[in-house]
Nanobody, 118 residues
Framework: QLQASGGGLVQAGGSLRLSCAAS????????MGWYRQTPGKQRELVAT???????NYADSVKGRFTVSRDNAKNPMYLQMNSLKPEDTAVYYC??????????????WGQGTLVTVSS
């Protein structure tokens, strides 16, 4: 249902843009978010966005990352600027989706690796 893409290798100070595309029998997408995880650590919140466009960010990414959504196409993006080596992680998107069959639940994308070299 969710496919994250856009990860890669970038030097410190550089930028990347992640995308999260939803597919399937979708009636509505409500809250969405980006999370990241490094080996041995718990998955942590990066940013969230409601269907009204209200956003929330982890303190560590405020002022550098911007989450947005386009309900017509790929539903969510994460613009990451001024990247730091500590941003290196697998990034996951999630979304609360109501299907055309009336089922509502959280979905997770498969993750995309972001590597920031110093």
């Amino acid at each position: 249902q969710l496919q994250a893409s856009g990860g890669g290798l970038v030097q410190a100070g550089g930028s990347l843009r992640l995308s999260c595309a939803a597919s399937g029998s979708i009636f509505r997408i409500d809250n969405m978010g980006w999370y990241r995880q490094t080996p041995g650590k718990q998955r942590e919140l990066v940013a969230t966005i409601t269907n009204n466009g209200n956003t929330n960010y982890a303190d560590s990414v405020k002022g550098r990352f911007t989450v947005s959504r386009d309900n017509a196409k790929n539903p969510m993006y994460l613009q990451m600027n001024s990247l730091k080596p500590e941003d290196t992680a697998v990034y996951y998107c999630n979304a609360f989706i109501t299907s055309t069959y009336g089922e509502s639940k959280w979905y997770w994308g498969q993750g995309t690796l972001v590597t920031v070299s110093s």
